[in-house]
């Protein structure tokens, strides 16, 4: 499992930009998604801010409220919706014009991004120069789909990186749809917050 796809990439909160280390274990999340696994020195990772150390993402392990559990379903891309930013490709590479930053000077006024949709990024051409695209997570997927499990809507390109990245992994279907659902794997616990339908 490459842990860095959990990271967010475009978040104002740079901490988030990659793993974090705190008591023997590393955690990634994008906001919306969240995983831990046991520490890696190898993996380049940040400590973890003082205002998560006692939040969700370590307690996440420990609910023991009734779930249903089940594998996370593998998601056919043919029936949902191209991600906008990326073409459907799940690359992208860093708008020249605005250098990345979804804005940009004109005679010393700064202008939104509309060829990037004030989003940083196009969508790839070819291989060269091209990164996983921050919206969909590399999936391809409308960052705004969402797919029903027990009630519960999960992101698409969620469940999508799940699948991908964690083998084995299983969903627990909390009783209420709209509460923090749970990830579970061989070595990896995680949450996903849900989308309202």
């Not at 998601?75 to 073409?87: F, G, H, M, T």
């Not at 509460?179 to 309202?196: E, H, K």
Request: glycine share 8%.
């Amino acid at each position: 499992m490459d842990i860095t796809k959990f990271c967010a990439t475009i978040d104002p909160q740079s901490y988030m930009h990659k793993p974090m280390r705190h008591d023997g274990y590393l955690y990634a999340t994008t906001g919306h998604i969240a995983v831990r696994i046991a520490d890696d020195p190898a993996i380049k990772a940040g400590p973890m801010p003082q205002n998560l150390q006692n939040g969700i993402l370590q307690k996440m392990a420990d609910y023991t409220e009734d779930r249903t559990w089940q594998p996370v379903p593998t998601i056919d891309k043919v029936s949902l919706r191209d991600c906008a930013y990326c073409n459907g490709t799940g690359r992208a590479k860093m708008r020249p014009v605005c250098d990345g930053e979804a804005e940009f000077e004109h005679f010393g006024d700064w202008y939104d991004c509309k060829r990037c949709k004030t989003t940083g990024q196009v969508a790839a051409e070819s291989s060269d120069d091209t990164a996983t695209c921050s919206y969909c997570l590399g999936s391809g997927i409308d960052a705004n789909q969402s797919f029903a499990i027990s009630g519960a809507h999960i992101a698409a390109r969620y469940l999508h990186l799940i699948a991908t990245e964690i083998h084995g992994a299983e969903i627990g279907i909390s009783k209420n749809p709209l509460a923090v659902q749970l990830i579970r794997a061989p070595g990896v616990v995680g949450c996903v917050m849900p989308m309202r339908p």
